[in-house]
């Protein structure tokens, strides 16, 4: 499976993105799909993910209530819609894939087998 992140760039503060992610490879109907980030000098963190079994979505409390997964099976890509944002989302952002790996509401773990390059979001105060 490949996948493919875009949709980074430079926003100020309160703005909005939407990072895509399209695979290539292998439908994702059925893999459980995350999003997930690394600011400098910190650790790679989950954001926003999706269980491939029944839909259930995870965020973290960052998040919450401002970013939004989804997938379009037909188009076999994935979302992450970000509104309200802020300069501590400043990251390079990663979607990743995993057929079996389980996430749930509270959670959603490093350990996806396949990976994107990152794309770089950056939040002006």
């Given amino acids: 499976v490949q996948l493919q992140a875009s949709g980074g760039g ?21 893999y459980s799909i995350g999003w997930f980030r690394q ?18 979505t995870y965020h973290s409390e960052s998040v919450k209530g401002r ?24 990251a390079v952002y990663y979607c990743a ?9 509270r959670l959603c773990t490093n350990g996806m087998d396949y990976w994107g390059k990152g794309t770089q979001v950056t939040v002006s105060s």
């Avoid at 100020?12 to 994702?28: D, E, H, N, P, W």
């Avoid at 970013?67 to 989302?89: C, G, H, W």
């Avoid at 894939?97 to 509401?105: H, I, Q």
């Fill in 10 to 30: 430079l926003v100020q503060t309160g703005g909005s993105l939407r990072l895509s992610c399209a695979a290539s490879g292998a439908t994702l109907d059925y």
């Fill in 39 to 56: 600011a400098p000098g910190k650790e790679r963190e989950a954001v926003s993910c999706m269980s491939g079994s029944d839909g259930e």
């Fill in 67 to 90: 970013f939004t997964i989804s997938r379009d099976n037909a188009k076999n890509t994935v979302y992450l819609q970000m509104n309200s944002l802020k300069p501590e989302d400043t």
């Fill in 97 to 105: 894939a995993d057929r079996w790996l389980v996430v749930s509401s």
